[in-house]
């Protein structure tokens, strides 16, 4: 009997044990969650009361504009950004020496259709493709040939194609509800065309525009020439004239198109990433990055490509100083220049970062329009992003509902070989393509709640993976 209690006396003890320690560990659960969900409703309500993001790049846009690598602007983009984050008090503010690319599209762009037999000749709104040749003032006079892709291109082999201007026009497939992957879809045309079509010996290409849109604005962006053929003159004509080209060529194969552009890559020149670090605390080695591209295309103000990235990034540094938030890890916002024709900075960035030993847990880019948030694109591993996921109870409340694998962003994909989680805010993008790479692209189509809600939840995640790390396959180890 004696036993028996005793017995029963040592159980009843392991059971209350036990029982604490649960209740123990689960209000430590719940204060550190109650603490967590604190802290993020601090970062919505500081930004979206005080949030600074909006009009600063009002400025960025109206005062500096487009800045495209190389670019006078771009150089006072440069400068701008790292006023900026100085007169903020980031704890260290720098410029990283990047050298850039420097294609210039020259004063003059025209085309027309030359002798349709319906209208006779009809004017049409072209823009040469990023890093193409120009035609020189002499112009570029031939047949067109129209195709949906290569494997058309091939078909028509060099005997249809020699001597001709090749006119690719595969639309963006309007069925994708993600517009980022119909963009995937159909931009080889725009990047590879040039180089496939001089390939058959043709003397010039016109591209369909990469947009969702029905409208008269033709949208740029880069071509990649091989090293191995012939560099033929390129550019992009809208949607609509595309359309109208297409008609017109189907009542009359010997159309001929002219178009005149003056554009020309120059000597790379010396430019910079801009950075700004507020400094860890706990582990002031180990760095968290915010960031978007500097550069932007010339036909427009580059408001959210990636205007509104760049301000948002620098509004996340902003508002952990506001809220007198301590990070544990070193934080910083990066300005990269030269994503639109080259990427150098982004893989700058990540060459110095390798150099000096410097461990990136995370790195979060916005490059994808600052619309409405509805959470990340997680490219990292497994356990990494379940961390992630398990903090979906505290980001649904704000909208973000979208927390899987996918595409982070350009700027920071060289740091993939470093083990660094890449992240990409992911928005609402149906609106995206409609005015990317076009002149549109102007700050009057940036909403400032919208803006500051994709930069709030950059900085809340920022903030949980600086509370709690991240599964770093770098050295192996987790984080703290
Ligand atoms: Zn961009």
Known sequence: MTITIKKYCCLLTTTFTLFFTILGCSTYAQQKNT???QMIKRIYDEMLTQGEAYEKLRYLCKNIGGRLSGSPQAAAAVTWGQQLMEAYGFDT???????VPHWVRGEKEVAHIVNSRKHGKIEVNITALGNAVGTGPEGLLGQVIEVKNFKELM???????AGKIV????PMDQTQIQTGAAYGLAGDQRRNG?????????IGTIVRSLSTAFDDYPHTGTTVYADDLPKIPAIAISTNDADLLSDLLKEDPALQFYFETHCEMLPDVLSYNVVGELTGATYPDEYIVVGAHLDSWDLAEGAHDDGAGVVQSIEVLRT??????????SIRAVLYMNEENGLAGGRQYAVQAAKKNEKHI?????DIGGFTPRGFGLEMNEASLQKIQSWAPLLQPYDLHKLEAGESGADISPLKAQGTALIGLSVDTQRYFDMHHSALDVFEIVNRRELLLGSAAMASLVYLIDQYGLPYPGNGKQTE
């Open 167 to 170: 006119f690719f026009n595969r």
């Open 194 to 202: 040039p180089s496939q079509a001089a390939k058959y010996g043709a």
């Open 155 to 161: 078909a028509l082999g060099r005997e249809k194609v």
């Open 35 to 37: 603490r967590d969900a």
């Open 362 to 366: 995370a790195a979060i880019e916005s």
């Open 93 to 99: 503010v720098f410029l990283q020496e990047v050298m």
């Open 320 to 329: 952990f100083k506001a809220l007198g938030y301590q990070p544990r890890h």
